[in-house]
């Protein structure tokens, strides 16, 4: 069974460029959760998903940050006129429902804005 | 914002020793998840308390909820290298779907 699946693990964008996260979830998993990962300050919410819906994006910046999960194929993290600050390590995690099944996280993707 | 406070966020030992680390809030959780991460990978979960008071146990290691729902402790009896890493613990409020709210976590060492 494949694990939740992220790609690229490593991007490294300059300043104002775009860049774009693909997290594939567990099969059969339908909700997705983004987190954000920076060495002093743990795991932060982003953002939640069911497929074609955002739930809940109370975590995301409001501007440049985006988030979908389309129909098919991965769910994407987009994040527009990169800058420093933005670097971190994203986190994308998947469960089958709601409620307290527990999440099941990949790898990450190591964003570095030069 | 419901916050959890994990102590120590650094912990070095010996081989063989027994450590706790501890998970505190001033929130009430529906149930508090422990996850171990190391460098590179992603964090995995190793154990769901959902009941106040209950005790799980899994090989070396002993979590424990609170009577009230808001702490949690993770005891690790005979500390070996392998068990080096971040440990998070992570609590998720009722309402419909999990928002999980993680600790900062506890970076530890064991030295061989």
């Known amino acids: 069974n494949a694990g939740v699946m992220q790609n690229p693990r490593h991007l490294v964008r300059r300043r104002g460029q775009e860049a774009r996260l693909r997290c594939s979830p567990m099969?059969?998993?339908?909700?997705v959760y983004w987190y954000r990962q920076l060495p002093e300050e743990g795991l932060k919410f982003m953002v939640y998903l069911q497929k074609e819906n955002i739930i809940d994006e109370s975590g995301m910046p409001k501007e440049r940050f985006s988030a979908e999960f389309p129909k098919e194929g991965p769910s994407i993290l987009r994040i527009q006129q990169v800058v420093r600050g933005d670097s971190a390590a994203y986190f994308c995690?998947?469960?089958?429902?709601?409620?307290?099944?527990?999440?099941?996280f990949g790898n990450g993707t190591r964003l570095t804005v030069t | 914002t419901q916050l959890l406070e994990q102590s120590p966020q650094f912990l070095s030992i010996q081989e063989g020793e027994n450590l706790t680390v501890y998970c505190n809030s001033s929130?009430?959780?529906?149930?508090l998840q422990w996850y171990r991460q190391e460098p590179g990978e992603g964090p995995v979960l190793l154990v769901t308390v959902v009941t106040g008071g209950e005790v799980k146990k899994l090989k070396r290691l002993t979590f424990q909820f609170g009577d009230a729902r808001k702490d949690s402790s993770l005891h690790i009896t005979a500390a070996q290298p392998g068990d080096t890493g971040l440990y998070l613990c992570?609590?998720?409020?009722?309402?419909?779907?999990?928002?999980?709210?993680f600790g900062i976590g506890t970076k530890l060492q064991v030295i061989p």
């Open positions: 099969k059969g998993h339908s909700h």
């Open positions: 929130s009430v959780f529906s149930s």
């Open positions: 995690a998947s469960s089958p429902v709601g409620g307290n099944s527990p999440l099941h």
């Open positions: 992570a609590g998720a409020s009722s309402g419909g779907y999990q928002k999980v709210t």
